[in-house]
């Protein structure tokens, strides 16, 4: 027997795998948190230092990962299909919620 199909919003609020090479997060938003190699915090738009050149985070499963960091859910509402709609997405709601 098949369950209940999701409604629209239900599969936009679905969790995904983080896209590898993404970065968006790790860009668009402003992070108020010390970080190890930001310890005033990073402003929105720009590049974490923990990134590398391919936008994979360094940190990523390193115990000094941020809990900021840690918590953040990548979904299709937030990443969208492309990094570049990710990007666009996090930058969006950084200035809305200025």
């Not at 790790?26 to 108020?32: M, V």
């Amino acid at each position: 027997m098949l369950g209940k199909p999701m409604s629209h919003s239900e599969q936009l609020s679905q969790t995904m795998s983080c896209r590898i090479g993404c970065g968006a997060c790790c860009i668009a938003p402003s992070i108020s948190s010390t970080l190890p190699l930001h310890p005033h915090g990073k402003a929105a738009g720009v590049r974490c230092l923990h990134l590398d050149a391919k936008n994979t985070c360094r940190l990523f499963l390193s115990p000094s990962r941020p809990l900021i960091c840690q918590s953040f859910q990548a979904t299709l509402e937030v990443c969208g299909d492309t990094a570049a709609e990710a990007l666009a997405t996090l930058t969006d709601w950084e200035t809305r919620t200025k």
